[in-house]
């Protein structure tokens, strides 16, 4: 017998082939969710490089942050390193770069830490796009300094 969330995941799967941008969209909210992610990668990737609508894959690389651990992040950087794209790269990096989460202290320290581990991924895209963002991120001492400053 299959289970309730089996029969959705098989549903999601089925979704992320829609014509429909909307159900798509919504198939990879859903299965950036699951539980089974690594059964649902390469779904996940296709969703993520969508070449038919980047509100797909917005919603995808939200969804997939949104999860807040290393495996979400790395399956949006992997995408990033494979987009060809201009749009589809310009709205990965817009939820990279805009996530919520990240503006606090809490979701800074867990973005460090979770990019300090991904900078020796197996697969050298997610390296290099680990790399890069953290090269782009200024050490808490200077923007906790500069904050001082601005107060003063």
Do not use: F
């Amino acid at each position: 017998m299959v289970s309730s969330d089996d029969q959705e995941l098989s549903t999601a799967i089925k979704n992320a082939d829609s014509p429909a941008w909307s159900v798509r969209a919504a198939a990879g909210r859903q299965l950036a969710t699951s539980d089974k992610i690594d059964e649902v990668a390469d779904v996940l990737h296709r969703l993520l490089l969508d070449a038919q609508d980047t509100a797909v894959t917005s919603a995808t690389a939200e969804a997939l942050l949104a999860r807040k651990d290393t495996l979400g992040l790395r399956y949006v950087l992997l995408a990033r390193s494979y987009a060809t794209e201009t749009w589809t790269a310009h709205e990965i990096q817009a939820a990279l770069d805009c996530d919520p989460d990240w503006m606090t202290t809490k979701g800074a320290d867990r973005l460090i830490k979770q990019l300090g581990a991904l900078v020796t991924d197996g697969d050298a895209g997610v390296r290099d796009e680990a790399q890069r963002i953290l090269s782009r991120l200024r050490p808490r001492e200077e923007w906790a300094r500069d904050s001082d400053h601005d107060t003063l």
